[in-house]
């Protein structure tokens, strides 16, 4: 139902804004019946969605998928918060709850990547509103009600703290293993650099094989979209996929 607005937006020009916001609501409200399911007042999966598992949010998809999204809904709200000039008292209400919301989704998803992401983003965000309008104070709300999320996080769930306390370039297998997919993503372009190795090629080569046994879990992508797109179809099948993005985003503002 989210893509199907997501492409509505792209039809509908003149209904962006309706759209944006029924979209973010939808959202929202996933996340939030997904907080009851994850503090345990509901179960994990019912009306045929799985909210949660294994002390993760993961709302009807992935854990990264699911924490790509928010991050995604999060950018959204956030900036329309603080920049768009048309907003009345009840929507800067509702802007809030959705940003703060889709930030607690993010804390929840365990991805780590998108806590990162997260942090990047938002960085330039504030500091560009902190340039344009010279106003330090709504930044200094949201910092304290993110340390506040933060904070209640990682000191409730043994799940995340864990995975926080372990995170390592040389010792965390997930990340290694990451590290060692990206390398063999840029190997794999150096050998096929026009057109790659072929559709789906990357994950039945020898090396793909074994670095899937190191973390003794089956894989099917290289964990990059882009480094997939690299390995498979080459720089052209890269620009292209670029090119693609970046029209959509040309049509979105």
Not at 77 to 89: A, G, Q, V, W
Not at 121 to 137: D, L, M, P
């Amino acid at each position: 139902l989210l893509n199907i607005y997501d492409v509505a937006y792209l039809i509908k020009k003149h209904n962006k804004e309706k759209i944006i916001f029924t979209t973010m609501a939808i959202f929202a409200v996933l996340i939030f019946i997904g907080l009851f399911s994850y503090y345990g007042f509901l179960p994990e999966k019912f009306w045929g969605i799985r909210f949660c598992s294994d002390n993760q949010l993961r709302i009807c998809t992935f854990r990264v998928t699911f924490a790509a999204k928010a991050t995604f809904m999060f950018i959204i709200s956030s900036t329309l918060l603080l920049f768009y000039k048309n907003n009345t008292k009840l929507t800067k209400l509702c802007l809030c709850t959705f940003t703060i919301l889709f930030f607690i989704a993010i804390l929840l998803s365990g991805s780590r990547i998108y806590y990162g992401v997260t942090a990047l983003i938002s960085f330039f965000i504030f500091a560009f509103y902190i340039y344009k309008t010279r106003k330090v104070k709504p930044i200094l709300y949201f910092s304290l009600i993110a340390i506040t999320c933060c904070s209640y996080v990682y000191f409730s769930n043994p799940n995340i703290k864990k995975r926080i306390q372990v995170t390592s370039t040389t010792k965390d297998i997930s990340i290694v293993t990451r590290i060692n997919m990206h390398k063999y993503a840029i190997d794999s372009f150096k050998k096929h650099p026009l057109f790659g190795l072929g559709p789906s090629q990357s994950t039945i080569q020898e090396e793909f094989s074994r670095i899937e046994k190191e973390k003794n879990k089956e894989q099917w992508h290289l964990h990059s979209i882009y480094l997939d797109t690299l390995s498979d179809f080459g720089l052209i099948g890269l620009l292209l996929f670029l090119l693609i993005i970046f029209l959509v985003i040309k049509n979105l503002f």
